[in-house]
Nanobody
Framework: QLQASGGGLVQAGGSLRLSCAVS??????FAWFRQAPGKEREFVAR???????????YYADSVKGRFTISRDNAKNRVYLQMNSLKPEDTAVHYC?????????????????WGQGTQVTVSS
């Protein structure tokens, strides 16, 4: 089970940190997706950990340089630090995970999903 939190209302240029807690399973690949009103859900960022404990991250072009995904395996949590927020970042943000290591931005490849947390950026 995944539990996302940390969303809220912020002015353009501000920051938020989303958190996602994982319980009941071990996961290898985490990702954040988002869905704006009237749009399809889109990939935001991914963190994967190989069997040799090498971690890599990958970002959508729209958030590269502004967002940072990180993970704390001891706490079984993943974070999304969002800086320099823009009104177009307004969306429900979802955390997702899969048990096995896979470099994918396709939401259909993720087995577990959080309930979503609303991020609203005012201009």
């Amino acid at each position: 089970q995944l539990q996302a939190s940390g969303g809220g209302l912020v002015q353009a240029g501000g920051s938020l940190r989303l958190s996602c807690a994982v319980s009941g399973r071990t996961v290898s690949t985490f990702a954040w997706f988002r869905q704006a009103p009237g749009k399809e859900r889109e990939f935001v960022a991914r963190s994967r950990q190989t069997p040799t404990m090498t971690r890599t991250t990958y970002y959508a072009d729209s958030v590269k340089g502004r967002f940072t995904i990180s993970r704390d395996n001891a706490k079984n949590r993943v974070y999304l630090q969002m800086n320099s927020l823009k009104p177009e970042d307004t969306a429900v943000h979802y955390c997702a995970a899969r048990s096995t290591y896979l470099a994918t931005t396709d939401e259909s490849d993720y087995d577990y999903w959080g309930q979503g947390t609303q991020v609203t950026v005012s201009s």
